[in-house]
C-alpha cells in the first residue's frame, strides 16, 4: 500500500504543478501532504491547484482527481485503494475529459486542441499503474 501512497503523492504534484517537497512549507511546520490534505477539508483545493491546471481542466476531473489523491494519502493503509482501483479511477476521469472536451469541439466553430493537462496526466498514470499491477 505505500507504493498507492507514493502515486499519491504524485497526483497532487501534477495538481498543483509543484514538486511536493518545499522548503518554505516545511519551515511554516506544515508537510505538504498536511497542507493538500488541509486545503481539500477546507474545500480551497482551487486555491493550491496549478493554474494551468485550472485553466485546461474540466472542474469536476480536477476535483475527482483530487479526490483520488486524497484516498491514496489515507493516513490508514487499510483505507487506500488498490493500484487496480486507481488506475480504473484514472481512466474514467481520462474518458471524461475526452468526452467533454468532444462535446465542446462540436458547440465551438473553432478549432480547439482536444487534450487537457489532467486527461495526458490521467492516461501517463494510468499507463504506469498498469505497469504496477
Keep these: 500500500m505505500s507504493d498507492v501512497y507514493g502515486f499519491g503523492v ?3 504534484e501534477v495538481l498543483i ?8 512549507r516545511s519551515k511554516q ?7 493538500f490534505m488541509q486545503s481539500m477539508e477546507e474545500k480551497k483545493l482551487f486555491d493550491i491547484v496549478d ?14 482527481f483530487a479526490e483520488l489523491a486524497k484516498r491514496c494519502l489515507n493516513s490508514n493503509a487499510k483505507k487506500r485503494p488498490a493500484m487496480k482501483k486507481v488506475a480504473d479511477e484514472l481512466e474514467k476521469i481520462r474518458k471524461s475529459e475526452i468526452k ?4 465542446h469541439d462540436e458547440q465551438c466553430s473553432e478549432e480547439v486542441e482536444p487534450e487537457t493537462l489532467v486527461a495526458p496526466a490521467v492516461e501517463l498514470f494510468s499507463s504506469i499503474s498498469s ?3
Excluded: F, H, N
Design 100 to 103: 467533454a472536451s468532444d462535446a
Design 51 to 64: 493554474a494551468r491546471v485550472k485553466k485546461e481542466g474540466k472542474k469536476a476531473s480536477i476535483t475527482e
Design 29 to 35: 511546520g506544515t508537510s505538504p501532504v498536511t497542507y
Design 10 to 12: 504524485v497526483l497532487v
Design 131 to 133: 505497469e504496477l499491477l
Design 17 to 24: 504543478g509543484k514538486k511536493l517537497v518545499s522548503i518554505q
